[in-house]
């Protein structure tokens, strides 16, 4: 083993041994599991998604400051370049303060993936799987699977295309069918496999590739806007990497039902 | 003997001094063309001299020419920002644009340059974004190694190896959905000696777009993915919005100069037919390649396409550039203009010499006689009868087909106006109803309708004067609109 590789093997052991479990302000709610097909899918790949528990609300700004104040080594100033871009908490005033371009209430954005799976694990809870969150994500406010619907799509369809969302504060959007606020039209949000379905930067290239995406493309029909929306998911998904801090990103957290108390 | 001789040399011996030397310019000359493959092994050997900053300019202006510089390595920095912009009065659209204009920045580049091309993802933009330019030779035309997440930027270099007016355009998915909404624009490669000098150049590229509401329909339009796919564009504009080129927009010219027009298509769908109303093009490069066609009158340019047209304005005047399916021109916007200044020549366009009226069986030239009809719809209504007298000669032309004739409408069709509670029950919303049209489900007299009325594109005045005639009819409530309340009315939104 490199020692490069050894230090940071060291600082995530460090990190994680240091984490202790922060009060819960964001609550949680169940979400039922099932048997869903994902947005790309055909029959055959029906996903099987456990009952697990998702926060309400995406962790918020003032969350963020107050986990990074107890873990110092997540602040601006002290971040890692292998763990986060220069776009880390860009927006915050300083270290300690938001300032005004960080609302406290408005979701926190500019985290990469390694501070949002951290901030999770120090809390007893995880990052979303990308089923996990397109499964709670596929409930309106009356359905758990309104992906049929012509208002949930151009609903999404038209958050997707309005600017500056990020700095309206959690909870302003529709509270779904699970009790879950702002899964579409506050911030994009990370989950734990983002990069598992993979896009190419060129995605015409992808309709001819042995990949998940290869049904998705051909599924394409002219009533399917639901595909369009799922597509600019799997497009932003796959445009990360794990240490992009990106302006419209934020997450939120989950836990598996049966590790419950 | 021919002047292609492989072997001059041997007239030496038979002809003078001067007439070899003359002889050997002559073939230099004639095989300047194949020059550059036969020094650089083709154009990919082009050597690049120096670094240079390309000039990136939004349309309708173009950036300088190459003249007669060398090849260069020449940096392109493009910024992606999604952004909010009017469409047409009253309408406003989120664009995503290459440059912050729609069609994105014109990028012009001689043949053998090597582009280095930065694309910066605005951290304010929620998508990631790429490009593809039809200009390069290499998987993707870019879109493989361009692709970028908001807040960072890509760099990639390509050598551009065909003269030719090439259009430019993201295509990351839905790529469909990021054309339509404004991501396209040109590159231009000009060869080796330069595209020949003319007066005016510009830079105009037709686009479709799909919004949520009809054409017209006000306020922040969404982009409208079934229409998308249905390709039934509300709006088909030159460089992105209705008006871009018309009035204070207007390209110009003078007399005696010759314009050329670069021509881009973005689609997402539609071919353009274009055409300038009063001008013949008098070369165009077909297609953006080596290809001039000569005296033409409408150049098809493809979606994902350009075309160069030349055209020497010999006349002063308002040309009007249209996309001939002229449907789309008179009423989705896809109409420009160029205005030339300078004086008259009355042998090449003579103006009117003369008017009057033509009677199959009568001869010469008669007096215009007075058409009643015409007066009397310019004339202006001063009592309420004639009001009603004006409305009912609108209604019958405008409202008649769906309302009929005693206003009772037709069932689960077209709602009532005879005894209509909704009507009577709010003066203003019939006035914007007739202003701007209604969409989406209404109650009348107790029954569901859900249909559509176009806005009505008639005057003020005789909004004020049909509605007067459908409020003093059938049973309704007797009220009198003015023209000033449907001024005040259309002035709201």
Redesign the interface.
């Known amino acids: 083993m490199t020692p490069p590789l050894k230090i940071v093997l060291l600082l995530i052991l460090n990190t994680c041994l240091l984490c202790s479990v922060q009060a819960q302000k964001n609550t949680m709610v169940t979400v039922k599991g099932g048997v869903y097909i994902p947005l790309y899918g055909v029959d055959s790949t029906a996903v099987k998604v456990n009952d697990f528990l998702m926060d309400i609300y995406p962790v918020s700004n003032v969350e963020f400051l107050s986990f990074v104040e107890k873990f110092p080594e997540w602040k601006r100033s002290n971040i890692k370049q292998l763990f986060a871009d220069k ?1 880390y908490l ?1 927006f915050w005033k300083n270290d300690a303060a938001l300032g005004e371009q960080a609302l406290p209430n408005s979701p926190v954005t500019n985290v990469s993936w390694f501070a949002a799976k951290k901030y999770c694990e120090c809390q007893g809870k995880r990052l979303p799987t990308v089923d996990e969150w397109e499964y709670a994500a596929m409930a309106d406010q009356q359905t758990p699977d309104a992906r049929k619907k012509k208002t949930y799509n ?1 609903y999404i ?2 958050w ?5 969302s990020f700095n309206n504060k959690i909870g302003s959007t529709f509270k779904n069918y699970w009790g879950i606020y702002d899964l579409h039209g506050l911030v ?1 949000e990370w989950t734990l496999d983002f990069n598992s379905v993979l ?8 309709v001819d590739k042995d990949s998940n995406l290869f049904c998705g493309s051909a599924a ?1 029909g ?2 399917d ?1 639901m595909n ?1 929306a799922a ?2 998911r ?3 998904r ?4 794990a240490n ?6 934020g997450f939120r957290c989950v836990k598996d039902k049966d590790i419950l108390p | 003997m021919s002047m292609k001789s492989k072997k001059p040399i041997l007239l030496v011996s038979g002809l003078g001094l001067l007439m070899v030397i003359l002889l050997v310019v002559f073939s230099f000359y004639s095989d300047s063309k194949e020059a550059e493959t036969k020094n650089y092994l083709g154009p990919a050997g082009i050597p690049v001299s120096r670094e240079m900053r390309a000039e990136l300019t939004a349309p309708p202006n173009v950036p300088g020419p190459t003249g007669r510089r060398k090849a260069k390595k020449l940096i392109v920095d493009m910024e992606v920002l ?3 912009g009017v469409m047409s009065d009253g309408v406003k659209y ?1 664009y995503w644009t290459f440059g912050g204009s729609v069609p994105g920045s014109f990028i012009r580049s001689k043949i053998g340059d090597e582009v280095e091309f930065h694309l910066k993802n605005h ?6 974004h ?1 490009i593809d330019l039809h200009a390069v030779t290499g ?2 035309g870019g ?10 930027e890509t760099q990639f270099s390509f050598k551009v190896l065909n003269p030719g007016l090439y259009v430019y355009h993201c ?5 469909g ?1 990021h054309i339509a ?1 404004g991501m396209y624009g040109l590159i231009l490669v000009e060869p080796e000696e330069g595209l020949p000098e003319v007066d005016k150049e510009y830079y105009i590229m037709q686009g479709d777009f799909y919004t ?1 509401g009809e054409n017209g329909e006000r306020g922040l339009q ?2 409208d ?2 229409k998308a ?2 390709e039934d564009a509300d709006y088909v504009v030159f460089n992105g919005k209705v008006g871009s080129l018309t009035g204070d927009n207007a390209i110009t010219a003078n007399v005696g100069e010759t314009v050329r027009l670069y021509v881009g298509n973005g689609g997402p769908n539609l071919v353009s037919s274009f055409h300038v109303i009063g001008e013949i093009f008098d070369r165009v490069r077909v297609e953006g390649g080596d290809f001039i066609n000569n005296n033409v009158q409408t150049t098809l340019i493809p979606a994902g396409g350009a075309a160069i047209v030349e055209f020497k304005v010999d006349v002063p005047g308002t040309f009007i550039l249209v996309d001939h399916s002229i449907f789309r021109a008179f009423n989705k916007g896809a109409l420009g203009m160029l205005k030339v200044q300078g004086d008259e020549n009355k042998k090449i366009y003579s103006g009117k010499q003369e008017e009057g009226v033509y009677q199959p069986e009568g001869s010469g030239i008669q007096e215009m006689p007075v058409d009643n009809d015409l007066v009397q719809v310019n004339k202006t209504a001063t009592s309420l009868k004639e009001k009603m007298e004006f409305g009912k000669a609108t209604y019958m032309r405008t409202c008649f087909a769906c309302h009929q004739a005693e206003g009772q409408g037709i069932p689960n069709a077209f709602p009532p106006l005879a005894k209509s509670d909704y009507l009577n029950a709010d003066l203003e919303r019939a006035i914007d109803i007739v202003l701007h049209g209604k969409t989406g489900e209404i109650t009348v007299n107790g029954k569901k309708y859900n249909s559509v009325m176009t806005k009505q594109d008639i005057t003020d005045e005789e909004v004020a004067n049909v509605l007067t005639y459908i409020y003093n009819s059938w049973g309704n409530s007797k009220k009198e609109v003015t023209q000033a309340m449907v001024t005040s009315r259309r002035n709201v939104h």
């Open positions: 776009n860009l151009q369809l038209e997707y295309e309005a600017p500056k994009w896009i190419s930067g060129e995605s015409r290239k992808d394409v002219a009533s806007l369009y597509f600019m799997y497009a932003f796959g445009s990360m990497k992009y801090s990106v302006r419209n990103l | 999604e952004q909010e989120i951290p304010d933009n929620k998508l990631p790429n998987p993707g879109a493989t190694s361009s692709f970028v997440a908001p807040g960072h295509a990351t998915a839905p790529v959905m909404n949520k969404p982009f993915m079934k796919v249905d």
